[in-house]
């Protein structure tokens, strides 16, 4: 990303309320892809099943990755995220495809910038960034998976750390704009990323924004790892984010009394991209796009948010009335940096 990128995202910040995309796998159902759209000449002859490894469709379907980022550019979304949730070696190793992981990150990456063009094209003096996303593994750092070993781990921070530093290096060869760790269930597995990224920046002389979303898990307003989002805060702030924020897990409503504790606490801009509700018997999600924008325009105009968007569930029509809910509406200001020394367990420590 060049300086006049990062410029122009901070200025976008500051004027007005930013638009994430929606969800990617939602799309990507729609499409009723089957077995032969997951393989290409390099895993034509792959032994294991490959339908459902969605990212590896930025290899083997680019056309229908980047139909999906440009419906959402036009839609109204500033900021697309690349088709990388699952693509790190820990991930794609359920698939035996770990070798493809630095190709599946910068193709995804070329793909989603060759949206963004599309569309400052069909727009000119538009700007459409893209966000190399970081999704949180299959596995988790400081729980055991073993309810009779409680002392087992699945994964190191040093597995972490390795992998999201080769996810993190392919996406930046690849152009993104910024990047996005999302739907953390696990600070230390954001911890790890965070330590990989702060070590390429470090070493590369260069350094992207970064946007960092959690995800409650249930009403207990914790994540899966029992931090409450004080604390889940505290133990991220010092990376200065571009953005923390909340998504997954919970629909907006639900979210609510989360966003506006995180919006009170944040020195940087908030984001929300919350489900389109909670899961129906069936697995699917039942608001509409009326009621999503209802819901993230309340968001707004409480002054919790300034980057929004969508995601399980949600479509380009969601993102359209979420965009057209938010139009005009002014911009929340971060709160100002505190030199309060605030610590985090499970729960949040200042010492005044």
């Given at each position: 990303m060049?300086l006049?990128?990062?410029t122009a995202?901070?200025?976008l910040g500051r004027?007005?309320?930013?638009v ?9 159902q729609?499409?009723?892809l089957?077995e032969s759209d997951?393989?290409?000449d ?5 032994p294991?099943d490959?339908k459902g ?10 056309d ?6 440009f419906?959402?550019y036009a ?7 690349t088709n ?6 820990i991930?794609q190793?359920d698939?035996?495809l ?10 995804a990456?070329e ?6 063009r599309?569309a ?13 996303g970081l ?8 729980m055991?998976?073993?309810?009779n070993r409680p002392d087992?781990?699945?994964v190191?921070?040093?597995q ?5 530093r080769e996810q993190?290096?392919?996406?930046i060869?690849g152009?993104?704009?910024l990047?996005?760790?999302e ?5 230390l597995n954001a911890?790890?990323a965070?330590?990989?990224i702060e070590?390429l920046?470090?070493e590369?002389?260069r350094?992207?924004?970064?946007m960092i979303?959690?995800?409650?898990t249930d ?6 790892s ?12 010092h990376?200065r ?5 909340i998504n997954c897990?919970l ?5 609510r009394p ?5 919006a009170?606490?944040?020195?940087c801009?908030?984001s929300?991209?919350?489900n ?9 999600y039942?608001?509409t796009p009326a ?15 300034n ?6 569930g949600?479509?380009p029509?969601?993102i359209r ?8 509406v002014?911009?929340?200001?971060p ?11 499970l729960?949040?420590?200042l010492?005044?």
């Amino acid at each position: 990303m060049s300086l006049e990128r990062t410029t122009a995202l901070n200025t976008l910040g500051r004027e007005r309320i930013a638009v994430l995309d929606g969800a990617m796998g939602t799309m990507i159902q729609e499409r009723n892809l089957t077995e032969s759209d997951f393989r290409n000449d390099v895993v034509r002859n792959h032994p294991r099943d490959l339908k459902g490894n969605n990212d590896l469709l930025c290899l083997t379907r680019p056309d229908v990755i980047e139909d999906i980022h440009f419906q959402y550019y036009a839609a109204g979304a500033d900021i697309a995220t690349t088709n990388t949730f699952s693509s790190t070696t820990i991930a794609q190793a359920d698939y035996a495809l770990e070798h493809l992981v630095p190709g599946l990150n910068q193709a995804a990456a070329e793909v989603a910038l060759r949206a963004a063009r599309r569309a400052e094209a069909a727009t000119p003096g538009r700007r459409c960034f893209v966000a190399g996303g970081l999704g949180p593994t299959n596995r988790t750092a400081s729980m055991s998976p073993d309810v009779n070993r409680p002392d087992y781990r699945a994964v190191t921070f040093d597995q972490l750390a390795f992998a999201y530093r080769e996810q993190v290096e392919a996406l930046i060869a690849g152009g993104v704009d910024l990047l996005l760790i999302e739907t953390i269930f696990d600070t230390l597995n954001a911890k790890a990323a965070l330590f990989a990224i702060e070590g390429l920046f470090e070493e590369t002389g260069r350094r992207l924004p970064v946007m960092i979303s959690v995800t409650i898990t249930d009403a207990s307003g914790r994540t899966l790892s029992g931090q409450t989002i004080a604390a889940f805060y505290h133990s991220i702030r010092h990376a200065r984010p571009f953005s923390v924020g909340i998504n997954c897990a919970l629909g907006g409503k639900q979210m609510r009394p989360y966003l506006e504790e995180l919006a009170m606490l944040a020195e940087c801009l908030v984001s929300c991209h919350p489900n389109a509700g909670l899961p129906n018997a069936f697995g699917g999600y039942d608001e509409t796009p009326a009621d999503m924008a209802g819901i993230i325009g309340d968001f707004a105009r409480a002054g919790f948010v300034n980057i929004v968007g969508g995601c399980c569930g949600s479509t380009p029509a969601h993102i359209r009335a979420i965009a057209a809910a938010v139009r005009g509406v002014p911009v929340r200001t971060p709160r100002e940096h505190s030199s309060t020394l605030r610590l985090s367990g499970l729960e949040p420590l200042l010492i005044a």
